[in-house]
């Protein structure tokens, strides 16, 4: 099992950017993607996941109609549109995989996910 995460890198406050997370050695179909961010010294932090239904859940409030989640069964990839950035989106954003198959919903417990990606930084600078 292997995710990648990309699409991070420095981008001006009130800009966008394109995260992907490109997946293998699983059916990509049949899980829940999520997706995480962390700083130094900080928690991993939650934002948002995507069941294999296709349904989307918003765990911080901080990027609730700034971030939007989706995935691409065909290419086995999940996504997370970022927008409306600010400093403090500054962080290595990951994606992770659910260890349950066909969940409907989204675990909201992190060790429920036991795949990870390396992570993509995403700073926001002026």
């Known amino acids: 099992v292997q995710l990648q995460a990309s699409g991070g890198g420095l981008v001006q406050p009130g800009g966008s950017l394109s995260l992907s997370c490109a997946t293998s050695?699983?059916?990509?179909?049949?899980?829940?993607i999520g997706w995480f961010r962390q700083t130094p010294g900080k928690e991993r932090e939650g934002l948002s996941c995507?069941?294999?239904?296709?349904?989307?859940?918003y765990w911080s409030d901080s990027v609730k109609g700034r971030f939007t989640i989706s995935r691409d069964n065909d290419k086995s990839t999940a996504y997370l549109q970022i927008s409306s950035l600010k400093p403090e989106d500054t962080a290595v954003y990951y994606c992770a995989r659910d260890l349950r198959f066909r969940r409907v919903g989204c675990p909201t417990v992190r060790g429920d996910y036991g795949y990870w990606g390396q992570g993509t930084l995403v700073t926001v600078s002026s």
């Open positions: 995507i069941d294999y239904t296709g349904r989307s859940t």
């Open positions: 050695g699983f059916t990509f179909d049949y899980y829940t």
